[in-house]
Nanobody
């Protein structure tokens, strides 16, 4: 079994900073792309950004210059550093990971349970 656990969510003031962590554990041979998504109340889940195992990072336009994604392959962990968050960044943040459980296995997309981020003064 594979588990993804997000942590670090909470209440942050506009202009502050917050770092989310997503750690994958379990039967993992290798992980491809890891991603961060978010879902605000009444809205569809949207992509925040992704990080490949080779270090290629992409961001959705609305967070460019404010959020930074990084990854530690040795720890099967991806981070989301949120700087200068805005009230519109309030959402449940989810991570996912494309996990291959053995050399011969196909990869499968796993999701974490989500962590709430509230940006408010």
């Amino acid at each position: 079994q594979v588990q993804l656990v997000e942590s670090g969510g909470g209440l942050v003031q506009p202009g502050g900073s917050l770092r989310l962590t997503c750690a994958a554990s379990g039967s993992i041979f290798t992980i491809g792309t890891m991603g961060w998504y978010r879902q605000a109340p009444g809205k569809q889940r949207e992509l925040v950004g992704t990080a490949t195992s080779g270090g290629i990072i992409t961001y959705t336009e609305s967070v460019k210059g404010r959020f930074t994604i990084s990854r530690d392959n040795s720890k099967n962990t991806v981070y989301l550093q949120m700087n200068s968050p805005k009230p519109e960044d309030t959402a449940v943040y989810y991570c996912n990971a494309d996990v291959q459980k053995s050399r011969a296995a196909l990869s499968f997309l796993y999701w974490g349970q989500g962590t709430q981020v509230t940006v408010s003064s």
